[in-house]
């Protein structure tokens, strides 16, 4: 979403490295790379674990889980409880399956370095049965994720899931309708999204594309200098969430916006990156925001106390700009601790 994904962006010197590895951060969450005991798994070969993964959930045959995971696989996600090794994982997406009677989960974005793998998608289902303690609504109900696995030795041993809880709860009934959901696209939209145009040739080294990234979007989201804004996406960017924004309305538009917005109620806003990975087109990022709130949050009163929220973000690179920006964050968490119409 913001600084830390440039972060992930900047690599200049060392983005071979980090092709493999993530980048330094909280060794609680972004743990060693693949053992030496056994043989590394390809990039392709790690997408295709991750996509059969989603595919067992889809053939509804969780049983996979034990092929796929390793015994101690962690678990971690901003919509449920963490869970270790596939029997508990198993239970999370059961009671998924009990609640959507035909829950599928399609994917619409895969990006593989290293170890890791991300994978953007969009989640359907009739809700036909009791889901987490909430009666059955009868609704088709669509919902975006992203996914993002670690793997060792062609297995997922960690994972970092973030989905939008928001259009799930409206839809369920377990939230309130509020403006703030704006913020993120519908799945329609993001099923629907028009293919960016064909890159161009660039003239400029990765390492200075990156270095250009990193530099820009640091500036803007930890000072709110808007004016760097246009030196860091290009004019046919394109994304999802805070900046897809309305028809006719520029990405630039709306990341200037959402600067503000942020800023304005929580002027000491930072971001952590706790982990990053790329490819030679994209970046992907696991990180945290913290602030605290002191101003107004699209209609919330300032509460004055401390926030943090998590998230994913996918970057696609063109000409040492940002092209592509889609993300998922904790916007559900981050409302509960704004004190705003959210309930569980």
């Known amino acids: 979403m913001r600084r830390m994904t440039a972060r992930a962006v900047y690599l200049p010197v060392l983005l071979a490295v980090v092709l493999a590895a993530p980048l330094a951060g909280s060794p609680a969450r972004a743990q060693d790379a693949t053992p030496a005991a056994c043989a590394v798994a390809s990039p392709d070969a790690n997408e295709r674990a991750a996509l059969d993964w989603y595919a067992a959930i889809n053939d509804r045959d969780l049983g996979r889980f ?5 015994a101690e696989t962690i678990y971690g996600a901003a919509s449920a409880a963490d869970g270790t090794g596939p029997a508990a994982v198993r239970e999370i997406y059961q009671s998924a399956l009990d609640g959507f009677t035909n829950l599928a989960y399609t994917p619409q974005q895969v990006v593989a370095a290293g170890d ?10 009739d809700n036909t049965g009791e889901f987490r303690g909430v009666p059955p609504t009868g609704k088709h109900i669509a919902w975006t994720g992203i996914g993002v696995m670690r ?30 959901v704006t913020w993120l696209t519908t799945p329609a939209q993001q099923a629907n999204a028009t293919p ?8 400029e080294s990765t390492a200075e594309h990156s270095r250009l990234t990193y ?20 004019d046919r960017a394109a994304g999802a969430g805070m900046y897809a924004t309305t028809p006719g309305e520029s990405m630039i538009e709306g990341l200037t916006e959402s600067v503000s917005t942020f800023r304005t109620a929580m002027p000491d806003l930072r971001s952590d990156v706790e982990f990053a990975f790329a490819n030679e087109e994209f970046v992907v990022a696991v ?3 913290r602030g605290t709130m002191t101003g107004e949050f699209k209609g919330i009163s300032p509460s004055g106390e401390p926030v943090a929220y998590s998230g994913i973000s996918i970057l696609r690179l063109e000409c ?11 916007a559900a968490d981050l409302l509960d601790q704004m004190k705003a119409a959210w309930r569980r």
Do not use: K
């Open 215 to 234: 530099f820009v979007w640091d500036e803007v989201w930890d000072t709110g200098n808007i004016a760097l804004i246009d030196g860091l996406l290009t």
């Open 320 to 330: 040492g700009r940002i092209a592509e920006n889609w993300y998922q964050f904790n």
């Open 116 to 125: 890791y793998v991300a994978v953007r998608y969009i989640a359907d289902g």
């Open 287 to 289: 990180w945290v925001d």
């Open 151 to 180: 793997m060792e030795c062609g297995r997922i041993a960690q994972t970092w899931m973030e989905s939008d809880q928001m259009t799930r709860g409206l839809a369920l009934g377990t939230a309130q309708d509020i403006p703030v």
């Open 66 to 70: 034990d092929t796929l995971m390793t």
């Open 196 to 203: 960016a145009p064909p890159a161009p040739i660039c003239e």
